[in-house]
C-alpha cells in the first residue's frame, strides 16, 4: 500500500514538473547548482539537491523526447534493431626479425 502511494505522489511530482517550461527551470539552475556545489548536513541543502535534480531531469526528458523526434518516432513507437556491424577481420601483424643480445666487452667507467 506504501508502495501504490508512493508512486502516486511521485506521479504528480511529474505531471507537476512537466508543466513547467525548460527555460524557466533553466534559469534557476545556476542558482541551485551553487546552492548544491556549497554542501551543508540540512534539510535546505537536501531540497536544493532534489530542486537541482528536478530541472536537470526535465531538461534530460525534453533532450530524450528531441532525439526521438528527430528520429521520426511516435509516441509509443520503439525505434527498429539496428543491425550488428559485419565484423572486420584484423589486419596481420607483421613478423618483427629476432633479436640477438650483445655482450657488452667495454671497459667500466671509474666511479668519481
Known sequence: MLEDSVEKILGQLAKKLNEFDEAS???LWERYAEEVQRFEP???WEEAALILSFI????FKNQLFNFHWSKGLTPGETAPAKPS????????????PQTKILP????????R
Open 25 to 27: 527551470l533553466m534559469s
Open 42 to 44: 540540512s534539510k535546505r
Open 104 to 111: 657488452f666487452t667495454g671497459k667500466p667507467t671509474p666511479k
Open 85 to 96: 556491424p559485419t565484423p572486420v577481420p584484423a589486419a596481420p601483424t607483421p613478423l618483427k
Open 56 to 59: 536537470q531531469a526535465v531538461r
